[in-house]
């Protein structure tokens, strides 16, 4: 594989982060990778690792001469993050992230971009429930699925290249629009966060089931729901906030579809429960066809090295 980008800045150096630097250097498409983190501890780690070939001490820094920046911390930093590495972009480069929500990200990010640089917002469907720049592996890519949301007018070589980047990476990649691509991840993602948080919190209030009890005799479906709930606390609350109508939308709907279940256990409509659970058994065997999870799941995610 050929160098994409002469310079790829990674800000931020957590989960993805870390994973794009690997995968980069497994497909040698990146010249040179700088990174920045806000944490000292996290740059630390990041060079001890040799995580990128330089790690830098700000943001700007880390752009400076980049043809490609990444932003890869929690939405509601973008902003600030963006206004620091705007005067030292160059024209011709491109700038992207990973954020789960494309409407906010747009919105905080491209005032502080400068004409001749391109903004092309990105979201790769990958993670675990580890954090930091220890936690990447090259893999984490692989044959999932990375939404690219071009703005309207951007620079289609731009595009192109920056699916190529990704491609290369070991993603599948499709185009979206910002407000389709929210609706959908509100869906597939936002509120099964926020139900798997609900559930552990439920579990944890209830004071008739004691701590040791949820611990020693989780079943697999507990088990995925705490895996998913010890995801990164700070990252979730900027999604939520910052994608609450699609969010608030789903969780409407999935209250309603709540509802009807309870009153068909309360009436003991059996027929009922049996049509929709083989509804929607028919969205997991979906998910395994497609190649996105297997038919046994390994439901701890334990990375196979």
Known sequence: MSVIYQQVALIGLGLIASSMAHAMRRAGVAGEITGYARSPETRATAREIGLCDRVCESAAE????????VLCVPVGAMGEVAAEIGP????GATVSDVGSVKRAVIEAVAPHLPEG???VP???LAGTEHSGPRAGFAE????????IVPQPGSDRAAIARLEAFWQA????????????HDLVLA?????PHLIAYTMVGVADDLGRVTDSEVIKYSAAGFRDFTRIAASDPTMWRDVFLNNKEATLEILGRFTEELFALQRAIRTGDGDHLHAYFTRTRAIRRGIIEAGQDVD???????RKG
């Open 122 to 124: 990105a979201h790769p």
């Open 62 to 69: 880390a752009a400076t001469g980049a043809d490609l920046v």
């Open 187 to 191: 869906v597939t993602s936002h509120a």
């Open 169 to 180: 990476l070991g993603a599948n990649t499709e185009e979206m629009e910002a407000e389709h």
């Open 88 to 91: 030292v972009l160059e024209p």
């Open 117 to 119: 640089v391109h903004f």
């Open 140 to 147: 984490l890519f692989d044959n999932r699925w990375c939404l």
């Open 296 to 302: 046994a799941p390994d439901f701890g995610r334990i």
